[in-house]
């Protein structure tokens, strides 16, 4: 929200994306120069609890959803 005490600006960024930087970001993250923030890792059955710590402002990076399923442990 803008505050009506400090003046601000609202903008728009939008991102166009092509093959040769698609081919750059991807040799940087094969060599390991370039890697997500990730702030966790949730199996998909805590969604819930992913969405409410993206919701309450607490992640400080990417939230990951596993969609591959475990097996069970012995």
């Given amino acids: 929200?803008?505050?009506?005490?400090?003046?601000q600006k609202?903008?728009?960024?939008?991102?166009?994306?092509?093959a040769e930087d698609l081919t750059a970001?991807?040799?940087?993250?094969?060599v390991g120069r370039l890697t997500p923030a990730i702030d966790r890792t949730y199996p998909l059955s805590q969604?819930?609890?992913?969405?409410?710590?993206m919701l309450d402002?607490?992640?400080r990076g990417k939230i990951?959803?596993?969609?591959?399923?475990?097996?069970?442990r012995p």
């Fill in 64 to 72: 990951v959803i596993n969609l591959i399923s475990e097996p069970p």
């Fill in 1 to 7: 929200m803008l505050s009506p005490f400090v003046g």
């Fill in 47 to 53: 969604v819930s609890a992913a969405i409410r710590r």
């Fill in 10 to 18: 609202l903008g728009t960024f939008v991102a166009s994306e092509n």
């Fill in 57 to 59: 402002g607490k992640a």
């Fill in 25 to 30: 970001l991807r040799e940087l993250i094969e």
